[in-house]
């Protein structure tokens, strides 16, 4: 569900380029706001106003992680071109990494791990964190959006597959709905991006 949410950063890519830019939406921009809209509304409710499916808290933090996701993709490429992947990555991740000991500092309280965990920890900080980061900026500067965007589309699939499967979360016909809402909406903005290019 989370990834699925996260997925939707195009619908707030769409709306920073109208609110920035000042411009009248593409009526593929309509459509695909619309169709992620309705997917997301499947997904978090199952089709009926009187319930969510997740908690209110969840579906606040998927969607502000969404909006995020859009600033990041957007806001970074300027600089990506100007200073390259690496510094720009190395520095939002310690600059976010100060931010972050303001509210929670990670001198107080230290954990007690075995060493296994430690070792856990700084790889999973290490690779996923920083060299994914990396990857992604770099990946931003050679391809672009456009393709950036269509890949991204496999990855909420694939975190539906492998959660049915590996995990056994239950999931309903109107889940498969909803999730193939969203991943049909990056495909138009996909789609629209490169007829455009």
Known sequence: MATILT?????????FYVFLQKRVPQRIDVISVFVALLGTFFLVTHGSFNHLEISPAGLFWGLLAAAVYAFGTIYPIGLIGEYGPLPVTA????????????????FIALPTMSLSNWFLLIFFTIISTAFGTAMWFLS?????????????????MTAMILSVLLLSVPMELIDYLGAGLVILMIVLQSLKTRKIG
Do not use: C, D
């Not at 997925?7 to 709306?15: A, D, E, H, Q, W």
């Not at 100060?98 to 929670?104: E, K, L, M, P």
């Not at 393709?147 to 589309?153: D, E, G, I, P, Q």
């Open 7 to 15: 997925s939707l950063n195009p619908v707030f890519v769409i709306i």
């Open 140 to 156: 931003l500067h050679l391809i672009g959006p456009t393709t950036m965007s269509l890949l991204s589309a496999v990855e909420p």
């Open 91 to 106: 520095i939002s991740l310690f600059v976010s990494g100060i931010a972050f000991n303001f509210y929670r500092p990670f």
